[in-house]
């Protein structure tokens, strides 16, 4: 058996997919009608939305399986992810990935796999919609139309749940989003016992940039802005655009330490990407940083305010007048 390789941006998948806060969430229609349909269309013994998470495969929707998630390393969806066309295996015992597969070789024994790539946007693939038998089988090119064509309307309900959580402009969490994700994390970080930070940024003179270079160069701002965050608080399970000019990041098993590092990294890589775009203003921001014990009675709406506050001290010592 070979494993899976891992996609290049498994870090930004990965974010994407808990974005979408689905894993472990009960079965939906909208998802099992494309399921059913499929098992009947294809007359395949099992058909499956999968989502590929850090080490197992989640079925969104099955038809056909008993189990709800199997391990990663030795599923056949774990390398469908890594293309972007159909994964077809006509017969799996002939094809040196999976011919010794302890699900080729065990039950349900598959013998033919068929699987379509669900993409949230260009390169990034979550999961996906496959078909799988007992009996070595090919597809025909109508066939292949129709499995995407089915994994199209998959990857349109998924993304409607994406625009609930995503914000359009730069491709983070909304606030909605972000409290959910903030919730989940707080959570875990109560059952765990480790502390958390969260950091709250405003964009200093946004307004100003909006009324003298145009609505466009403000959004054009805003966009930078996250594309930093999101390389700089690359190993932060939330970030997030609260609305406006406001972005927040919250930290798990983070210290005033770990929390001033990750602003230092912050602050240099703004820095250098002022240098770089040598715009005729520079990206400015002030914050605020709070940092929460495990034990924490703080809501996350809270945090915010609290981390608010914090900033609000900050302006007032860097502008006294």
Same mark, same amino acid.
């Given at each position: 058996m070979i494993k899976p390789e891992t996609p290049s941006n498994e870090i930004e998948r990965l974010r994407a997919l808990r974005a979408l806060k689905i894993l472990d969430t009960a079965h939906e229609e909208r998802f099992d009608r494309v399921t059913r349909i499929a098992k009947h269309l294809f007359n395949v013994s099992i058909s499956l939305v999968t989502l590929i998470d850090e080490d197992r495969q989640w079925f969104k929707s099955r038809q056909g399986l008993g189990v709800c998630e199997l391990p990663r390393e030795s599923s056949f969806c774990g390398h469908t992810i890594n293309q972007n066309e159909l994964l077809i295996i006509p017969d799996t015992s002939s094809d040196e990935r999976f011919f010794d597969n302890p699900f080729v070789v065990g039950d349900p024994k598959i013998r033919f796999y068929a699987g379509f790539p669900l993409k949230l946007k260009q390169g990034v693939i979550i999961g996906t919609l496959c078909l799988a038998d007992d009996k070595?089988?090919?597809?025909?090119?109508?066939?292949? +139309? #129709?499995?995407?064509? #089915? @994994?199209? #309307?998959?990857?349109?309900?998924?993304?409607?749940?994406?625009?609930?959580?995503?914000?359009?402009?730069?491709?983070?969490?909304?606030?909605?989003?972000?409290?959910?994700?903030?919730?989940?994390?707080?959570?875990?970080?109560?059952?765990?016992? !480790?502390?958390?930070?969260?950091?709250?940024?405003?964009?200093?003179?946004?307004?100003?940039?909006?009324? !003298?270079?145009?609505?466009?160069? /403000?959004?054009?701002? #805003?966009?930078?802005?996250?594309?930093?965050?999101?390389?700089?608080?690359?190993?932060?399970?939330?970030? /997030?655009?609260? @609305? @406006?000019?406001?972005?927040?990041?919250?930290?798990?098993?983070?210290?005033?330490?770990?929390?001033?590092?990750?602003?230092?990294?912050?602050?240099?890589?703004?820095? +250098?990407?002022?240098?770089?775009?040598?715009?005729?203003?520079?990206?400015?921001?002030?914050?605020?940083?709070?940092?929460?014990?495990?034990?924490?009675?703080?809501?996350?709406?809270?945090?915010?305010?609290?981390?608010?506050?914090?900033?609000?001290?900050?302006?007032?010592?860097?502008?006294?007048?």
């Amino acid at each position: 058996m070979i494993k899976p390789e891992t996609p290049s941006n498994e870090i930004e998948r990965l974010r994407a997919l808990r974005a979408l806060k689905i894993l472990d969430t009960a079965h939906e229609e909208r998802f099992d009608r494309v399921t059913r349909i499929a098992k009947h269309l294809f007359n395949v013994s099992i058909s499956l939305v999968t989502l590929i998470d850090e080490d197992r495969q989640w079925f969104k929707s099955r038809q056909g399986l008993g189990v709800c998630e199997l391990p990663r390393e030795s599923s056949f969806c774990g390398h469908t992810i890594n293309q972007n066309e159909l994964l077809i295996i006509p017969d799996t015992s002939s094809d040196e990935r999976f011919f010794d597969n302890p699900f080729v070789v065990g039950d349900p024994k598959i013998r033919f796999y068929a699987g379509f790539p669900l993409k949230l946007k260009q390169g990034v693939i979550i999961g996906t919609l496959c078909l799988a038998d007992d009996k070595p089988r090919n597809l025909s090119d109508e066939e292949k +139309q #129709l499995l995407r064509d #089915l @994994g199209s #309307l998959v990857e349109q309900e998924i993304q409607s749940i994406q625009l609930a959580t995503i914000d359009e402009l730069t491709k983070i969490s909304n606030r909605r989003g972000f409290l959910s994700l903030a919730e989940h994390t707080l959570n875990n970080c109560k059952k765990n016992k !480790v502390s958390m930070t969260l950091i709250l940024f405003d964009l200093n003179k946004f307004k100003q940039i909006n009324d !003298v270079y145009g609505h466009h160069e /403000g959004d054009f701002v #805003l966009t930078k802005f996250a594309q930093v965050m999101l390389s700089s608080f690359c190993d932060c399970e939330v970030i /997030g655009r609260l @609305g @406006g000019d406001e972005f927040v990041v919250m930290l798990s098993d983070s210290g005033a330490k770990k929390a001033d590092d990750a602003l230092l990294c912050f602050t240099n890589a703004i820095e +250098q990407t002022n240098s770089i775009l040598n715009k005729p203003y520079n990206i400015d921001y002030s914050f605020g940083v709070v940092n929460f014990t495990y034990n924490t009675d703080k809501t996350v709406v809270e945090m915010i305010q609290d981390a608010d506050t914090a900033m609000y001290k900050q302006k007032k010592q860097c502008n006294p007048y």
